[in-house]
Every structure is written in structure tokens, then in C-alpha cells.
């Protein structure tokens, strides 16, 4: 196939390493000739990325594939191309489910596509690549083609160490492996200095593993990226209570760059649920570690994962749950039911309760959840708040803006008409619709930019998993 002029679309399921993953796909596309599509019916080449995390995920490929089928009845030559968990989980067999995929590559292959299609031509057969590479192909290339949209996602690791029973990840993605000091410094360099990003994200199944199998950490890790001119902010995804050490707690206190936001699952209240589900931890530690990440860092705001109905969890367990997100007061939690994944260890235990029960209960919890979130965006009214700008919008003669602040709430606000995406600006909290915020920027002396009524358009939490 002659590259030149052709379009892809890349359609991403799942977590932020996904993300990150379709940023790499994307970027080694684009240095082929390739240019992206946000019409699927314009594409010559369509990528999907799955998730295998929960069952659902995988069933909303399985409808995006038939549907796909059908268009392909009608444009014959476009390829389809199945990225990610789900293509490294089920392999060879999502072929004979899937006749008409032209491709099929794991997470460790995110770079090879290119290479990939090549062989597709040679041999106009389906090829199947996914299995666990060794670190030279596996993270996104130290210089991208692809211009990241808002913050960079900067992949340090991949994998997981923690075999927690209900997770397919170790499955999936393999043991933990660290990317060189050195790759990461060039990405990150990259993305400020050439891109003119001001926010970085680092992401990784469990990004305080970084360094176990070298002679680095995580702390280390964030002092050394602290010394990139121009970068204001760093933020990283996804953290596991059991390596949240005291050093990790203290780069928030003396690291202005650090954003004081954490996402820390824990998954359960319950010690009973969480022994079953070989976190590692019970729920004292963990509140041990939230204390010592507050007195660290009195701002700082956390956030959580939560499943709900794993097999054997009683009303007190459950309300075990509930009591911990109380009185942690996160700012905010996503939360699961239960599903059973193969070749888990957790299909050892009867998934026994019954599924009214796992809804009534992500019912109850996601309410508490909603009004906590909301308390939290409600201490910040009337505060002013350093807003990195994402978005912008002409809106009649005003300028209105999309932005987070540094413990990522969204914001909305008009901004004076120079203003522009990337920029830090300051904004006066001004209002809110439930718990989405509004504000007026203030200039350096003063003088408040201000709009009658402004509405959100935007999704309100940006790093929800997308699945
Ligand atoms: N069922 C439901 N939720 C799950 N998660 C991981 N595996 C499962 C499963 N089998 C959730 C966990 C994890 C988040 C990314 O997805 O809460 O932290
Ligand atoms: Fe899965 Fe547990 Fe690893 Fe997270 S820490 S990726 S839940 S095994």
C-alpha cells in the first residue's frame, strides 16, 4: 500500500496506558504519510484499541467490529486493525471470531504497526502479533510525529507486578518493565520544548513500581523531571497503595511541579474483601497512607477505584466500603461492578452476588460519591486558582476557556481574548452548576473578565477511564 495520503481512524477503549498507547500507534502512522481521520467513513485503515478490564469492554468491541464488517462490505479495501488488552488476551482466536480483521497486535507491539501492514501486503494474510516484547519496542518513540492534544501522556512503565485476584492486567500486559531514564527525559523534553506542552502525565499500571527492576524510583524519577525548563506540571497514573512511600509523600511537599492530585484504588473497605482480592493491604494502611500524604501535603486531592459486589462481599463489607469513602472524603472515586475475567484467580470464588444487588449497591456508592465530589468543588468558590488552559472557544464576542486546576478540577471561564491553549491564567471561582465550576480570569492588575451565563459541554472529570 503507497501510505502517502492515507487516512486512519483509531478508535481507543479503556484505561489512560491506552491513551498513551494510541498517541505511539498515531505517531508511527504519521511517519509513514499517514494523516488521522475523525470519520470512520473516510478511513483506508481502522485501528481500535480494546480493554479487556471488564466484560462490557469487550462486548462494545465485539459491536464496533460487526458494524465495521458492514461498512466494509461497501469499501472492500479499507483494514481493520485490533490493538490492545483484549487483542493480547485473546490473540489468534479473535482472528476466526473476527474473519475480515487484517491485524491483531498486543500492547508491546503499539510501535510496529507500520511494519505490520507491510506484512499484511506481502502476504495478504491475517497477521497476528502479540506477544511480550523486550524493552526496545515496548514505549512511545523519544520524538513523536503526532502532535499530543492536551497534556502528554509519557508512558515510564508497563505491566504489573501486583497479581491482584480480579485482574486480567498481569494477563495482559506482563511483568512490570521500566523504561530508560534516559527515553523518558527525551520524551518529556520533547513534548515542552518542541510541542509546548506545560503539563506532562506520566502513566503505567502502577507508575511507583518505576525502577524496581533497575537501580532507580519513582521520587527519583519525578526530582530528575522536575528540572525540565518550562514544565509546570506533572501528574502520574496509576499509583498502588503498597508503594506509596514516605518519599513519594514528600515530593508533594517539596516539589512545586508535582500536582497535588493522586489517584490511589483501593478498591474495598472491607479487610475480609480485600485479603480475597490479594491487594496487599488492608484498609488501616491505607488509611495510614492517606494520612501521610495529607500531612505531607494539606492540599492535596485524591482520588480512588472501587469495586462493588466481588464474590463473597456481604452488606457489611459493603457498608465497610462506604464508610471509608466518607471518611476519607475523596474528590473524587470511579467505581465498578464486579466482573468475572478469565484466567483470574478470582474464578476460583462463587461470583455469588446476585447482579440487583452489585447495581443497587454502585447505586448507593456512586451517590455518596457524587456528593462528596460536589462538597470538594465547593470549598473552592470564590478562590482564585491557576487554571492550564485546554480548550478555548468563541462564544458571540467572548473567549471562554476549558482548563484544570493543578488538583485537576474543570474549569470554565471567559479569558481575555489573547489567551491561549497552554496557557496558565489565573481564575476567580465565581459559580458552579452541581459540581462543575466557573470563573473569571483575572488579569495581572486585577480586572476580572466576565460573561452572563456559561454551560459545560465538556466531559467533567478528564481522566475517567473511557470504557
Ligand atoms: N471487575 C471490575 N472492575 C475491575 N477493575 C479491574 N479489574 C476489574 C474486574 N475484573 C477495576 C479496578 C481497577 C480499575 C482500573 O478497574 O478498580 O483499579
Ligand atoms: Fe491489576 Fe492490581 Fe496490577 Fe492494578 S495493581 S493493574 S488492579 S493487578
Given at each position: 500500500m503507497g501510505q502517502l495520503d492515507q487516512k486512519v481512524f483509531l478508535k481507543t477503549f479503556g484505561c489512560q496506558m491506552n491513551v498513551s498507547d494510541s498517541e505511539t500507534i498515531l505517531s508511527s502512522l504519521v511517519s509513514e504519510g499517514f494523516s488521522e481521520t475523525q470519520e470512520v467513513r473516510t478511513a483506508d485503515l481502522i485501528v481500535i484499541n480494546t480493554c479487556?478490564?471488564?466484560e462490557k469492554a469487550e462486548h462494545k468491541l465485539r459491536s464496533m467490529v460487526g458494524r465495521l464488517m458492514k461498512m466494509k462490505t461497501l469499501k472492500p479495501n479499507v483494514k481493520i486493525a485490533i490493538a490492545g488488552c483484549m487483542a493480547s488476551r485473546a490473540g489468534k482466536s479473535l482472528i476466526k471470531e473476527l474473519p475480515g480483521v487484517a491485524i491483531i497486535f498486543g500492547p508491546d507491539q503499539v510501535s510496529l504497526l507500520p511494519h505490520l501492514l507491510k506484512e499484511h501486503e506481502r502476504t495478504q494474510k491475517p497477521v497476528v502479533k502479540s506477544n511480550f516484547e523486550d524493552?526496545?519496542?515496548?514505549?512511545?518513540?523519544?520524538?513523536?510525529?503526532y502532535q499530543a492534544k492536551t497534556s502528554g501522556f509519557v508512558s515510564i512503565m508497563k505491566g504489573c507486578e501486583h497479581k491482584c485476584t480480579y485482574c486480567i492486567v498481569p494477563l495482559t500486559r506482563g511483568v512490570e518493565k521500566s523504561r530508560p531514564l534516559q527515553s523518558i527525559l527525551n520524551e518529556v523534553q520533547f513534548l515542552v520544548h518542541e510541542q509546548g506542552l506545560r503539563e506532562i502525565m506520566l502513566v503505567g499500571q502502577n507508575v511507583n513500581g518505576y525502577g524496581r527492576d533497575t537501580a532507580f524510583d519513582f521520587p527519583k524519577l519525578l526530582w530528575r523531571l522536575a528540572?525540565?525548563?518550562?514544565?509546570k506540571r506533572i501528574r502520574f497514573m496509576t499509583s498502588h497503595p503498597k508503594d506509596c512511600s514516605q518519599d513519594l509523600a514528600d515530593c508533594f511537599r517539596d516539589i512545586p511541579e508535582i500536582s497535588p492530585y493522586l489517584h490511589l484504588p483501593v478498591q474495598s473497605g472491607s479487610n475480609d474483601v480485600l485479603r480475597r482480592m490479594k491487594r496487599g493491604h488492608q484498609h488501616e494502611q491505607y488509611r495510614d497512607r492517606i494520612d501521610m500524604l495529607r500531612e505531607a501535603q494539606p492540599r492535596i486531592a485524591l482520588s480512588t477505584d472501587i469495586i462493588v459486589g466481588f464474590p463473597g462481599e456481604t452488606d457489611r463489607d459493603f457498608q465497610d466500603t462506604l464508610d471509608l469513602i466518607t471518611s476519607v472524603e475523596y474528590d473524587f472515586a470511579f467505581s465498578f461492578i464486579y466482573s468475572e475475567r478469565p484466567n483470574t484467580p478470582a474464578t476460583k470464588l462463587k461470583d455469588d452476588v446476585p447482579l440487583s444487588e452489585k447495581k443497587a449497591r454502585l447505586f448507593e456508592l456512586q451517590k455518596i460519591i457524587r456528593e462528596l465530589s460536589y462538597k470538594k468543588s465547593m470549598t473552592l468558590l470564590g478562590t482564585t486558582q491557576e487554571i492550564l488552559i485546554t480548550n478555548l472557544k468563541r462564544e458571540e464576542d467572548a473567549l471562554v476557556a476549558v482548563g484544570h486546576t493543578d488538583t485537576y478540577k474543570l474549569v470554565k471561564a471567559v479569558v481575555p481574548l489573547d489567551t491561549q491553549v497552554q496557557d496558565l491564567i489565573q481564575v476567580k471561582i465565581t459559580n458552579h452548576h452541581e459540581s462543575r465550576l466557573f470563573g473569571e480570569s483575572i488579569s495581572p492588575l486585577g480586572y476580572t473578565h466576565t460573561k452572563g451565563h456559561l454551560s459545560y459541554d465538556t466531559p467533567q472529570h478528564p481522566t475517567a477511564p473511557l470504557q
Open positions: 479487556s478490564i471488564r524493552e526496545a519496542v515496548l514505549f512511545n518513540p523519544d520524538h513523536r510525529t528540572q525540565v525548563p518550562n514544565l
